[in-house]
């Protein structure tokens, strides 16, 4: 049986209580958190609802949820991410195992690729064999250059060279894909630090942007991710994938709120054209309908 939605559990809120009472809020902070959001911004936001509802003496289901609808989108954050002509702009795609992050690398070369910039992917994640064989292929289906060393190389070495041929080709966008072992945590984040500075040195100032990907089926499992990936290198934007009629939690809500992270694409197939610029309202609107 497939998991209620959030709005789907709104309606039956507004179904069970006639009037607004303690006691709908209450059930309301439940359901936020149940939809992906943190306790602490669920309460933040039944708290701030409350106050409205008393001072504007709202009851009916419709003004109750454009109120709503206006407190989410105040933590809802989006990100266009430009590539300017002539820049070496590098963007470090960071995740764990599993959450597509390079099927996603994939299908931002091909966006890119397809609005006319010139795009270098960098096998970064040298840990897994897999990996590197898995971009390839991906490379070769889309048409765009890869940067690829042994398996076991060093993987700021890869993005070095990628940095490289993109400046020597005149300016590219620079794709790297990494490792995302979180059960040996202390190892992947000095690697991931060492790709930071190398990254950081190789593309034009201000083009540099280190891209999350997050199962957003996941919830507030994806949250943590983001933490951890945040506090060992800082996160610019994320990537939401399996962003489906599924996934309609409100992990963007908390990425925004607690940890001040945009939402820059999100991903809604298997295919490589399945991936498309966040709209923050559009995102609220379908977490408040589900």
Same mark, same amino acid.
């Given at each position: 049986?497939?998991?209620?939605?959030? =709005?789907?559990?709104?309606?039956?809120?507004? =179904?069970?209580?006639?009037?607004?009472?303690?006691?709908?809020?209450?059930?309301?902070?439940?359901?936020?958190?149940?939809?992906?959001?943190?306790?602490?911004?669920?309460?933040?936001?039944?708290?701030?609802?409350?106050?409205?509802?008393?001072?504007?003496?709202?009851?009916?289901?419709?003004?109750?949820?454009?109120?709503?609808?206006?407190?989410?989108?105040?933590?809802?954050?989006?990100?266009?991410?430009?590539?300017?002509?002539?820049?070496?702009?590098?963007?470090?795609?960071?995740?764990?195992?599993g959450a597509g992050k390079t099927t996603t690398c994939a299908k931002i070369a091909n966006y890119y690729k397809k609005n006319g910039t010139p795009v270098i992917l960098a096998a970064a994640d040298t840990f897994r064999a897999a990996a590197i064989e898995q971009l390839t292929w991906h490379a070769e289906k889309t048409d765009v250059r890869i940067v690829a060393h042994q398996s076991g190389a060093d993987p700021s070495a890869v993005v070095f060279d990628a940095a490289e041929a993109a400046k020597a080709k005149g300016g590219a966008l620079v794709l790297a894909d990494t490792a995302g072992r979180l059960h040996n945590k202390e190892n992947l984040v000095r690697e991931l630090q060492k790709i930071d500075r190398i990254a950081g040195q190789k593309a034009t100032p201000g083009a540099y942007k280190k891209i999350i990907v997050l199962d957003a089926t996941t919830g507030q499992n994806a949250l943590r991710q983001a933490e951890v990936f945040h506090e060992a290198v800082g996160i610019d934007a994320a990537v939401l994938t399996k962003y489906d009629s599924t996934a309609k939690g409100g992990v963007a809500i908390s990425l925004g709120k607690e940890l001040g992270i945009p939402v820059a694409y999100v991903c809604t197939g298997e295919h490589y054209e399945d991936i498309a610029p966040f709209n923050p309202e559009q995102y609220v609107d379908e977490f408040l309908a589900g």
């Open positions: 049986m497939a998991k209620e939605s959030f =709005g789907q559990k709104l309606a039956k809120l507004f =179904g069970t209580y006639k009037s607004k009472t303690e006691d709908f809020f209450e059930d309301l902070t439940d359901t936020l958190v149940e939809g992906d959001i943190g306790a602490k911004t669920a309460y933040e936001i039944t708290d701030t609802l409350e106050k409205i509802c008393r001072e504007k003496k709202l009851t009916d289901e419709a003004a109750i949820t454009a109120e709503l609808k206006t407190l989410l989108l105040q933590y809802v954050k989006s990100v266009e991410l430009p590539v300017a002509a002539g820049d070496v702009t590098l963007f470090m795609l960071l995740g764990v195992n």
